[in-house]
């Protein structure tokens, strides 16, 4: 996961989008490299040649959320009250996604930067 959150954050936009028109496009031949339907025409045709672009532009961004709430996750799993819910027995998957994920996300959104 980190590997995959740095590449994103790392790769510029405009190679990210040759290499996913080259891969996608040229190799596989899964959607057209450029052009546009209105959505009226074709809304299926439509959001196919926007996905590209949309992965393009959200990766870079993906990639810094998922640094912030890694960093809000590992502080908030040090608190007290994840170490007294694993103290009782409870399961390593209970803890960390309802209680330590929820309480992440409210630190993680409570951030004045974003």
Known sequence: MTVLVLSGISLPNFFLGVL?????????????????VTPTENLGQNLRLMVLLAITLGTGTAGVLTCFLRGSMFEVLTQNFVRTARAKGVGSQDVII??????????????DTI
Do not use: E, H, T
Not at 99 to 111: E, T, Y
């Open 20 to 36: 996913l028109i080259y891969v996608f496009s040229v190799q596989l031949g899964w959607i057209p490299p450029s052009g546009y």
């Open 98 to 111: 309802p209680r330590g994920m929820m309480n992440a996300l409210i630190k993680f959104c409570s951030i």
